[in-house]
């Protein structure tokens, strides 16, 4: 069992940056690979960004690649999103969650724990 809590969301002008950062409860933290997911109103949740369970490995959504920076600390059990350079459209409610597998999915229904999101407004 994983639980998960986001924190740092807020407020930002366009071009700002904000850092997400995700705590986990757990002993198996490290053999999950941990996700961002967004939704944003009247739209369906959205892949972001995805770290492997050493943090050697990411993935990103085209729509992020460059802006966004996913890290995890497996000794703090946390995993963070920094995000850069942000957009009007990166509005939306960010979501943490952990994947029990080895493999990086972009795909929500592959993710077995989720935390409870966290708001990120962007203005123009």
């Known amino acids: 069992q994983v639980q998960l809590v986001e924190s740092g969301g807020g407020l930002v002008q366009a071009g700002g940056s904000l850092r997400l950062s995700c705590a986990a409860s757990g002993r198996t933290f490290s053999r999950h690979v941990m996700g961002w997911f967004r939704q944003a109103p009247g739209k369906e949740r959205e892949f972001v960004a995805a770290?492997?369970?050493?943090?050697?490995?990411?993935y990103y959504a085209d729509s992020v690649k460059g802006r966004f920076t996913v890290s995890r600390d497996n000794a703090k059990n946390t995993v963070s999103l920094q995000m850069t350079g942000l957009k009007p459209e990166d509005t939306a409610v960010y979501y943490c969650?952990?994947?029990?597998?080895?493999?990086?999915?972009?795909?929500?229904?592959?993710?077995?724990?989720w935390g409870q999101g966290t708001q990120v407004t962007v203005s123009s």
């Open positions: 969650a952990a994947e029990q597998d080895i493999a990086i999915s972009t795909t929500a229904r592959d993710y077995d724990y």
């Open positions: 770290v492997s369970w050493s943090g050697g490995s990411t």
